[in-house]
């Protein structure tokens, strides 16, 4: 049996046969999030096989089954990074389960530091493209010609222009940049934050880049949020810890989720 079907196995176990069209990866500070999904079913993470079993103090994992605004939708609370154990396919099991249990569109949320000075913390931004500095990628290995994945369009056009009137409607300043990933976990020097600002980036960060190559090997449609938590290192006296971007996410935390909400109120 594949990781994958031992999944599907264990998640129809636990009466969870599909799942509905939206699901969000929720990143730090997002967890009350989905403590706030109503007629929720929740499963950690450890009770199925492939799921990420996080390392990082404020990441869950468990995957939440619930109505938010009154739509159903499936909070995975929690990801896996590339450098809790050097593999860029943390999320590939979870990923394929949501998609082959009924997934569409692919919600990516993650705190990030910013490479503007007048984006301070907590700020949220619309990720427009991104920029893969970690020289790998979740699909080496990969045997399928699938594995050649246009990523021209890798952030929905549709679901930006969704995003920004969910914006609007919940009154909350929404900036759009370019996400480069690093891999970590040390945070960057203020050399590679200048490269960084060079190459085209507006924001750097650990995740999501590989989850997004993932989605779009499934064909799921991809929309996603930094909250900066941080001038990035060097920048305004940027100087981040770990314990900063868990400080300022835990601030972000009421827009975004304000932000989420008005979101998945756009979605059929
Ligand atoms: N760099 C990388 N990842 C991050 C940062 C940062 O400055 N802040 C939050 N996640």
Redesign the pocket.
């Known amino acids: 049996m594949t990781d994958l079907d031992a999944a599907l196995a264990a998640l129809a176990q636990r009466g969870v046969t599909s799942l509905p069209p939206l699901g969000l990866v929720l990143g730090s500070g997002l967890g009350p999030l989905a403590d706030e999904a109503e007629n929720a079913v929740s499963i950690p993470y450890a009770e199925i096989p492939g799921f990420p079993q996080p390392s990082v103090a404020g990441h869950k994992g468990r995957l939440v089954v619930g109505e938010l605004e009154g739509r159903r939708v499936a909070l995975f609370q929690g990801r896996g990074h590339y450098y809790e154990r050097g593999r860029a396919d943390a999320m590939a099991v979870l990923i394929e389960a949501f998609k082959r249990l009924g997934g569409s569109t692919l919600f990516l949320t ?4 910013g490479l503007h000075t007048d984006w301070t913390p907590p700020s949220l931004v619309a990720i427009t493209d991104h920029i893969n500095f970690a020289g790998v990628n979740p699909l080496i290995g990969r045997a399928s010609d699938d594995r050649f994945v246009p990523l021209t369009r890798a952030y929905d056009p549709a679901l930006l222009e969704a995003l920004r009137a969910a914006g609007a409607e919940a009154n909350v300043t929404l900036r759009e940049g370019v996400y480069m990933w ?1 891999n ?1 976990p040390s ?2 020097t203020p050399a590679e934050i200048r490269m960084a600002k060079l190459l085209g980036a507006d924001l ?3 995740s999501t880049v590989p989850e997004v190559i993932l989605a779009r090997l499934h064909g799921l449609s991809c929309v996603a949020v930094s909250l900066v ?2 001038f ?2 060097g920048l305004s006296g ?1 100087d ?1 810890s770990h314990a900063e ?1 868990q400080e300022y996410a835990a601030k972000g935390s009421a827009d975004f989720r304000r932000l989420l909400r008005a979101f998945v109120k756009t979605q059929a």
């Open positions: 993650n705190a990030a530091g690093f970590g945070f960057e750097v960060g650990m938590t941080n990035a290192a940027g981040p971007t």
